[in-house]
């Protein structure tokens, strides 16, 4: 066991447990600040794989952004939400058996690749320039990166109207 | 050294909570929840595929961003919807909002 495994190992088993606190646990607050520990996790991952820029983006986007977002959604809506009552339909043992028999096939399928046990490679310097450049380099990736903002645009512009709370037309 | 097998076994055990997540759960906001960790399951493969496959092209990492950005645009439109439906219907709870089912 080297050192960089049992960080792998120790991160796995938190970003897992708090997985499934998000998906079990009756207050909806705390399933949101579980989320948060899973995201967490999955940028400690992402510094594994020598992605220093994704794991910044995770953390700033995604718990600076996202978890907020989700809170505050959990806060406006909470009134009737509670803690009474369960809070999975009646076929969630179906969904835990489709669950599990999805992650023993996907499990079953990748171990007959050969590229399964590929041993880490020597980590590229830099990554951080090469993705800088391929996001603004009309030969790489220039065109999804502005769609992508436009995308962004359109969705946060489209998400005020929908939110819009307009007393005076229709509704209640 | 960590193979790239732990990785992908880890997605996928991610990207199934993720999905019991969404099939099981009946509050909207705990189903778009479930949603985000699914994506996370595909972002850490993407990254993991570019860091392993093919680091010398940085595809996997764009791509995980593009990810980024569909995520957050997904999850205002879907909280504003939500919000949306509480307003006008008081509820959410996914399947008192049924209206479009014979």
């Not at chain 1, 603004?136 to 999804?144: F, I």
């Not at chain 2, 680091?55 to 949306?84: K, T, Y």
């Amino acid at each position: 066991m080297t050192p960089l495994q049992i960080i792998f190992l120790i991160t796995a088993v938190v970003t897992l447990g708090s997985a499934l606190m998000v998906v079990t646990t009756r207050n909806l607050v705390h399933a949101a600040l579980w989320l948060i520990v899973t995201l967490f996790g999955v940028a400690v991952y992402y510094v594994l794989l020598n992605a220093g820029f994704l794991a910044v983006a995770q953390v700033v986007i995604y718990i600076g952004a996202i978890a907020i977002l989700v809170i505050f959604a959990v806060m406006m809506t909470r009134r009737l939400v509670g803690e009474s009552g369960p809070q999975v339909n009646k076929i969630w043992w179906l969904a835990a058996l489709l669950a599990v028999v999805l992650f023993a096939s996907m499990v079953a399928v990748l171990s007959t690749w050969s590229g399964f046990t590929t041993p880490a490679p020597v980590p590229v310097e830099d990554p951080l320039v090469m993705l800088g450049q391929a996001l603004v380099d009309p030969q790489g990736y220039l065109l999804p990166f502005e769609l992508a903002s436009v995308l962004l645009l359109a969705a946060l512009v489209g998400a005020i109207m929908i939110a819009w709370d307009r007393k005076d037309v229709g509704g209640e | 050294m960590i193979p790239l097998s732990w990785y992908l076994v880890f997605a996928a055990a991610l990207f199934c909570i993720g999905l019991f997540g969404v099939l099981a759960r009946k509050n909207a906001i705990a189903i778009l929840m479930g949603i985000e960790l699914m994506l996370n399951a595909v972002n850490i493969n993407l990254v993991a595929f570019w860091f392993y496959r093919a680091p010398e092209a940085i595809a996997g990492q764009a791509f995980a961003v593009m990810v980024f950005a569909v995520a957050a645009a997904e999850v205002a439109v879907g909280l504003a919807l939500i919000i949306s439906i509480y307003r006008r219907r008081n509820t959410v709870i996914a399947d008192n909002v049924d209206m479009l089912k014979f």
